[in-house]
């Protein structure tokens, strides 16, 4: 799912994919729990990057990360096509599975 959606990236946007998580370990969550950067503390509330589900794709030209969220948007819509979660808000560059 992953390729197709690097793919799909570089048909439909003028920006290049940037792949930030993939795989985290049940420490690495608890400690973004602890962090306030996710709600699943990786244990009660598994993430989807603990069964290696999920990824973080962003957007970028050059150095620059690009946030539009209608591109975001559109991005997620070929990923549900693919059997993938729907967007979180607050998390556009989350794709769950
Ligand atoms: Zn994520």
Redesign the pocket.
């Given at each position: 799912m992953v390729a197709l959606l690097i793919q799909y990236v570089r048909l439909v946007c003028p920006y290049d994919p940037i792949i930030d998580?993939c795989k985290r370990s049940g420490q690495e969550q608890a400690r973004m729990f602890k962090l306030g950067l996710s709600e699943c503390d990786g244990v009660k509330k598994r993430s989807d990057?603990q069964d290696a589900k999920?990824i973080?794709l962003y957007l970028g030209k050059g150095s620059k990360l690009i946030w539009d969220k209608a591109l975001y948007r559109k991005l997620h819509k070929f990923w549900s096509l693919l059997g993938g979660k729907e967007m979180i808000p607050g998390?556009i560059g989350?794709f769950?599975g």
């Open positions: 998580w990057h999920a973080d998390d989350h769950g």
